[in-house]
């Protein structure tokens, strides 16, 4: 079984050195601590190697479609209609529940629509909020996920939007914090790496590489190792 590195990968612009030639360039979305785990047991498998780097969602987006990166993730499947230039990995990297998170007691939000009557913030480039939130919601975007937490908490919004996965990262070492994760989802949906068109051979071998990690045991058990705080409970955490 690969060795797994859940805890090694939380600084920027690493080289995930493998000893292959034409090493990728790869941005990862800030907070996304599994894909940086997976990154090196992933590469490992392929026989690729990459530098990992971290840059705004909306900049990674232009500068994968003009070739200036090579990978970027974790992304949903609506950018393949947006983006000439960019390609999808044939095989999720981790199914996303997309929520809402509150402070207040009196606020439900079960739909998209629910969201109307409040004032929202989200990430900003996260296609998935720009698509569905309703055109009459106040809104604030941010490019940087802990600012959604303080302008919730001084009251300045309603609501924050984000995934499970990573708001639990950001709030992990807060036991006292005030918020609710409110459920169900939004929106749950597979995301993936995606990769500019020149990369198509590399995107093909890390989709084998993935599915071989996923049938021997290691992407699970990497999985659990990364998420072993999360406890999900209907309401609030």
């Given amino acids: 079984m690969p060795r797994l590195f859940a805890f090694t990968l939380l600084f920027l ?38 530098k990992i780097i971290s840059i705004p969602s909306r900049r990674a987006l232009i500068e994968l479609n003009e070739g200036r990166i090579d990978a970027n993730g974790l992304r949903l499947r609506i950018l393949e209609e947006r983006y000439p230039n960019i390609v999808r990995m044939d095989e999720p990297v981790l199914h996303i529940d997309f929520i809402a998170i509150t402070k207040r007691d009196d606020i439900m939000v079960e739909s998209w629509a629910d969201l109307a009557p409040y004032k929202v913030a989200y990430p900003a ?8 939130v ?14 959604l937490f303080n302008l919730l908490e001084i009251g300045r919004v309603d609501d924050v939007l984000l995934s499970e996965t990573i708001a639990h990262s950001l709030l992990k070492n807060r036991t006292d914090h005030p918020f609710h994760f ?15 068109k020149s990369r198509q051979e590399e995107a093909h071998k890390l989709a084998e590489a993935l599915r071989r990690l996923k049938a021997n045991g290691a992407y ?3 999985k659990r190792q990364t998420y072993t705080h999360i406890k999900k409970r209907p309401g609030s955490i």
Wanted: cysteine-free.
């Fill in 220 to 222: 699970d058990q990497l």
């Fill in 134 to 147: 309703p055109a009459s919601t106040k809104t604030t975007t941010v490019n940087d996920h802990i600012q």
């Fill in 125 to 132: 480039g996260w296609k998935i909020f720009d698509a569905n």
């Fill in 182 to 196: 409110l459920y169900p989802p939004l929106h749950s949906t597979p995301s993936y790496l995606f990769f500019h």
């Fill in 13 to 50: 612009n690493l080289v995930v050195s493998t000893g292959y030639a034409n090493p990728l360039t790869i941005s990862v979305e800030q907070n996304n601590v599994f894909l940086k785990a997976l990154l090196p047991d992933l590469l490992s498998e392929a026989k690729l190697e990459a």
